[in-house]
């Protein structure tokens, strides 16, 4: 079945540091999201990217999708302490039999130290 | 603006027990889904529904049952609660019928834990 990996596991950063996390699938995706949990609450969609090659921001977050869309990352400028949390990335089958659903990352937990 | 509501939000239960985990949106979406979430392996699928009448086995169906109750409606049931089975579970609903690319809105999760 399809798998979705994601790493590093743990990040450790100072505030004002740089961020990225990287997501890798087994298989080709028809699309990507991403998620954001915060300490103690529910995910929350941050966004989906489902063209090859493309990349988003919001600003100071940039989301990539990649040319083979088996790959995707998320990369945070100049962390702040809220931005703590665990993200996640969500992939979907390319015209398979995942009918509505999504495999997920197993997360990144970001800490930001101040 | 409720949007997806889990309840209750804690539980202990003892082995062999039984119980029903109820979720409802608000937002009149036709998808909806159970999740389970253990350290290091993020979300996994148990059940879906993909709309109205139907339902579906995700990932790890196993000692689980659901049923979409309404349109807004969508409750998991624990028939023999096993240690196994604890974890925190999230009811998500997503605004279209079967549809891959959409996203998920995510209610509060219950806390569950078998003795």
């Known amino acids: 079945g399809q798998q979705v990996m994601q790493i590093p596991q743990y990040q450790h950063v100072q505030e004002g540091e740089d961020f990225t996390t990287y997501c890798n699938s087994s298989t080709t995706l028809s699309n990507i999201q991403w998620y954001k949990q915060r300490p103690g609450g529910h995910p929350v969609f941050l966004i989906q990217l489902v063209k090859s090659g493309e990349v988003k921001k919001q600003k100071r977050l940039t989301f990539q999708f990649g040319e083979a869309k088996k790959n995707s990352s998320l990369h945070i400028t100049a962390t702040q302490t809220t931005d703590v949390g665990t993200y996640f990335c969500?992939?979907?089958?390319?015209?398979?039999?995942?009918?509505?659903?999504?495999?997920f990352g197993q997360g990144t937990i970001l800490t930001v130290h101040p | 603006n409720a949007g997806v509501t889990q309840t209750p939000k804690f539980q202990v239960l003892k082995t062999g027990q039984s119980m029903t985990l109820q979720c409802a949106q608000d937002?009149?979406?036709?998808?909806m889904y159970w999740y389970r979430q253990d350290p290091g392996m993020g979300l996994r699928l148990i059940y879906y529904?993909?709309?109205?009448?139907?339902?579906d086995k995700g990932e790890v169906p196993n000692g689980y049952n659901v049923s979409r109750l309404n349109k807004r409606e969508f409750s998991l049931r624990l028939e023999s609660a096993a240690p196994s089975q604890t974890s925190v579970y999230f009811c998500?609903?997503?605004?279209?019928?079967?549809?891959?690319?959409?996203?998920?809105?995510f209610g509060d999760g219950t806390r569950l834990s078998i003795l």
């Open positions: 529904s993909a709309s109205e009448g139907t339902t």
């Open positions: 937002m009149n979406h036709n998808s």
């Open positions: 969500a992939g979907s089958n390319a015209g398979g039999t995942s009918y509505g659903k999504l495999t």
């Open positions: 998500a609903s997503g605004p279209l019928a079967g549809v891959i690319n959409q996203p998920q809105h």
